[in-house]
């Protein structure tokens, strides 16, 4: 097909302000995903929008297992709190307030 672009599953984005680092989230407008590649700011860098991934939480914050997943921007973590985050998935583990990290299912953009 002449006008196939890619699979989807990974997006090539230009880095926002401040680069993207390996593994961690990444949030341009309602385009989430993990950073594949380490960018700095204004480079080409490789987004993955679809899978599982265990993605830095907010601190002190309880997942349960099906619950919506958040992006809180300013602190680049995930969050169970809807007020002023996008929706990047759903929480496919529970996940304890002394955990790090929430297994999140991502939806592929940010609602």
Do not use: C
Not at 1 to 13: E, H, K, L, P, S
Not at 45 to 58: C, M, N, R, W, Y
Not at 86 to 93: S, V
């Amino acid at each position: 097909m002449q006008n196939f672009v890619q699979a989807g599953g990974t997006i090539t984005a230009t880095a926002p302000s401040g680069g993207a680092t390996s593994g961690d989230g990444v949030l341009i407008d309602h385009l989430f995903g993990v950073a594949a590649i380490t960018a700095a700011e204004g480079a080409e860098v490789e987004l993955v929008t679809e899978g599982v991934f265990d993605i830095a939480k907010e601190a002190g914050a309880a997942f349960a297992a099906g619950a919506p997943a958040y992006w809180d921007a300013s602190a680049k973590v995930t969050t169970p709190t809807s007020t002023g985050n996008m929706r990047i998935g759903t929480a496919i583990a529970d996940a304890a307030t002394t955990d790090a990290t929430a297994r999140v299912k991502l939806l592929g953009h940010a609602i």
